[in-house]
């Protein structure tokens, strides 16, 4: 079954640092991934999204995702964090059966200090 | 840019009630999708629909639940008896599950 994997339940960087969000996803075929964010009390923003192709994909506010085949991994990237980046970010694929169901990853808490 | 909206935001009812929760899709999409994030989890599966009906669901989605598209435009989801546990955030999302909703918040007291 597809599967996602956010090992970092929470993060803490410095505003103006670099940021990596890892995600690593089980899936047989070639996966269709995407990287959403969630600010509290609020919905779903797509960040960005991977079906094919390039495989580093860029995406909105900044940030930008590399899908790795070799590693089962679409880690998510951004080079300076802004303290408006606090939030909760999570790595999803389409699962099986054509229905472009999501499964979602636990997600990943970012802290920024100032 | 076309946005998908959910009414109402919050939605607070009785152990046993029935309610109904409402979204809008994006005008053009033809998949339709409910999903839910229980506070403090992972956001959930619910249900896929397409071409007026189930295409997909999830072991949550039981007897309880309904989904309808009684018009052209809303997309409903039905709980009938609500359950303590059936507090979360419900979110609608369209367009193979990319586009999202803001959520309504279900509490169940």
């Known amino acids: 079954a597809q599967s996602v994997t956010q090992p970092d339940i929470h993060i803490t960087v410095s505003e103006g640092a670099s940021l990596e969000l890892r995600c690593n996803y089980s899936y047989g075929a070639t996966p269709y991934l995407f990287w959403y964010v969630q600010s509290p009390g609020q919905g779903l923003q797509l960040l960005l999204k991977y079906f094919s192709g390039d495989t580093l994909v860029q995406g909105i506010k900044g940030f930008e995702a590399e899908f790795k085949r070799s590693q089962s991994s679409f880690n998510l990237r951004k080079p300076s964090v802004h303290w408006s980046d606090a939030a909760e970010y999570f790595c999803?694929?389409?699962?099986?059966?054509?229905?472009?169901?999501?499964?979602f990853g636990q997600g990943t808490t970012l802290q920024v200090k100032p | 840019e076309p946005e998908v909206t959910q009414t109402p935001s919050h939605q607070v009812t009785q152990m046993g009630q029935e309610v109904i929760l409402r979204c809008v899709p994006i005008?053009?999409?033809?998949?339709f999708y409910w999903y839910r994030q229980i506070l403090g989890q992972k956001v959930e599966f619910l249900v896929s629909f397409y071409n007026n009906e189930i295409s997909e669901k999830s072991e949550i989605f039981d007897d309880q639940f309904s989904v309808e598209r009684p018009d052209g435009s809303n997309f409903t989801l039905k709980i009938r008896s609500t359950k303590l546990e059936d507090s979360a955030m419900y979110f609608c999302?369209?367009?193979?599950?990319?586009?999202f909703g803001p959520g309504t918040r279900l509490t169940v007291t």
């Open positions: 005008s053009n999409h033809l998949y």
């Open positions: 999302a369209s367009g193979e599950g990319q586009y």
């Open positions: 999803a694929v389409y699962g099986s059966g054509n229905t472009g169901k999501l499964i």
